[in-house]
């Protein structure tokens, strides 16, 4: 669900700055993206080897297209490395980066073999967590915003909607009580500190509210006349200098996790209701050990809620607080985009797989929380995206990928462009030409095309093959059997006229004379020795 907000996100055209320019075949590849996505197909595979320049050649596409994107990648230090490209590539423009702000991370976790008990343990790093701040804020007020975010934009993320309401906004000429003020940055979980002046503070002297917001590299001061503001400006927190003068800024909670009077009651309420649920369950089935620790736990945390307004893993709550039932997926970073924006998938063949592999490893753990009476069966709701809801938030995907597969893309029918480069150059090179052992329906395919039924051929490793096991190697495109170690044909080769020995380039240093024979009738299985081979078909290069 997008937050419904009066924020008028500011448009600024995204712009590549560099002194090097589209090459080779980069500009028809450019082109041909760009293409694919105006005209609305909705999975589009840019192929192509590492250094051959995807990620330039995706910044040039974003500047012809000027929508707001999210690149996701594999791992954090992937993400990083693409949002300083992106960075250096779009200097007047927002790049973000988001993903999980934890330095260290135990989850909380319960071994019933050894009856052993983890409690949850982590260290936060303070400055990625600005940084996720400050994508959600480029996100809710602008719209030439890049994120580059890792599997984490999947997690929950809090209300958007509630995260929109609480913020503040500020613009000079206004009227509003100092004192009023003052409760609605604390309700926003700001802290007043007139001392140490750090992120998520505010400080007050006299009619001068100075406030340091998460998100920011710079405090912001308010100066007020009575009741009335007189003007806005952008500091430097250290040393105080003003670097810029406001019209109006918004200060947005500095947690993504908030809640309001009403809605933090109505989620007490939820959770009682479920305890009370919970534990007659448990006692029906003679757990009396898991109802007592259940009762002990979850009445600790109410307690801990009303009185100051959070508890130890108060997202395992989550479900009541966003007021979602059972079952139904969380809020995450993808709901904060306008609907209209792009979907990068990096290493796609990695980063697919492993946003479906979320779900499962996160629900393992909890459901043994759950069963042995240490978190109510709401916490299961607090989960990553399953794929199939992930599809349901996404609009157009463009996969960058040096070895997509059959698995790789979740649209087997989606168009391929290829990126190749010589050896001394970036120079991503469209579909004009199949990649080696591929062939070109594969590579060049439309949305309406056929699903294809051979995948890409390479000569594997020798080291990686046994010497002495039967092994076999499968030709997908012929349905056949790599037989070799002979030499003489296999015992089906009579009934083929086309199977004949075939002499190529060996790919061991092995001096054996062996030949292959490749044939679709053939019953025969082998041992392999990878020196020579032969095909019905004509060999891969």
Not at 62 to 70: A, D, G, S, V, W
Not at 362 to 382: C, E
Not at 427 to 447: D, E, H, L, V
């Amino acid at each position: 669900m997008r937050p419904v907000s009066k924020i008028e996100r500011t448009v600024a055209p995204f712009e590549v700055v560099s002194p090097y320019q589209p090459s080779g075949d980069q500009p028809t590849a450019i082109a041909d993206l760009e293409k694919r996505i105006r005209a609305g197909e909705k999975d589009v595979v840019l192929l192509g080897a590492t250094g051959t320049g995807k990620s330039a050649t995706t910044a040039w596409m974003i500047e012809k297209l000027q929508r707001p994107t999210l690149v996701m990648a594999p791992n954090k230090t992937l993400a990083a490395q693409l949002a300083n490209e992106f960075r250096e590539l779009l200097p007047n423009n927002a790049v973000e980066y988001f993903v999980s702000y934890y330095d260290y991370y135990q989850p909380e976790a319960y071994v019933p073999q050894s009856d052993t008990y983890i409690e949850k343990d982590s260290s936060i790093n303070e400055e990625v967590e600005r940084l996720r701040h400050s994508a959600t804020n480029s996100l809710l007020t602008r719209r030439d915003v890049i994120v580059v975010a890792s599997v984490s934009c999947i997690y929950g993320l809090g209300t958007p909607q509630e995260y929109v309401d609480r913020m503040v906004p500020l613009k000079v000429g206004d009227e509003i009580d100092r004192d009023q003020l003052l409760r609605r940055f604390v309700d926003i979980q700001y802290t007043r500190n007139d001392l140490a002046f750090t992120r998520g503070t505010f400080r007050v002297r006299g009619d001068t509210i100075e406030i340091f917001p998460v998100y920011e590299e710079l405090a912001v001061r308010i100066e007020m006349f009575g009741d009335e503001i007189e003007a806005l400006s952008t500091l430097h927190p250290l040393t105080g200098e003003v670097i810029s003068d406001d019209d109006h800024l918004y200060v947005f909670p500095a947690s993504h996790y908030v809640a309001g009077p009403e809605r933090m009651e109505k989620a007490i309420n939820g959770i009682e209701k479920e305890l009370a649920e919970r534990l007659a369950e448990l006692e029906k089935q003679g757990k009396m050990l898991e109802a007592q620790r259940l009762r002990m736990r979850t009445t600790y945390d109410l307690e801990m809620l009303r009185q100051i307004g959070s508890c130890s893993g108060v997202e395992n709550y989550s479900m009541h607080f966003d007021d979602r039932g059972p079952g139904t997926p969380p809020h995450t970073l993808l709901d904060y985009f306008p609907d209209d924006f792009l979907l990068v998938l990096d290493e796609s063949h990695v980063t697919v797989p492993q946003i479906g592999a979320m779900y499962e490893g996160d629900a393992s753990r909890k459901r043994t929380l759950v069963d042995h009476g240490f978190r109510l069966p709401s916490a299961l709701d607090n989960r990553p995206l399953k794929w199939e809801e992930f599809q349901q938030r996404i609009g157009q995907t463009v996969y960058l990928s040096a070895t997509p597969g059959r698995t790789n893309s979740p649209a087997p029918t989606a168009p391929w462009s290829r990126s190749s480069a010589p050896p001394a150059s970036s120079t991503p090179k469209s579909s004009s030409s199949p990649p080696r052992g591929r062939s070109t329906t594969w590579c060049t395919r439309s949305a309406s095309a056929p699903r294809r039924t051979s995948a890409s051929w390479s000569p594997p490793s020798p080291r990686r093959w046994p010497r002495t096991s039967r092994t076999t190697s499968w030709n997908w495109a012929s349905r056949s059997a790599i037989c070799t170690a002979t030499s003489t044909p296999c015992a089906a080769s009579s009934s083929c006229a086309s199977c004949a020995p075939v002499s190529t380039t060996s790919w061991s240093a092995s001096t054996s004379s062996g030949r292959a024979w490749t044939c679709p009738r053939s019953p025969s299985w082998r041992s392999w020795t990878p020196t020579r081979r032969a095909s019905c078909a004509p060999a891969p290069p």
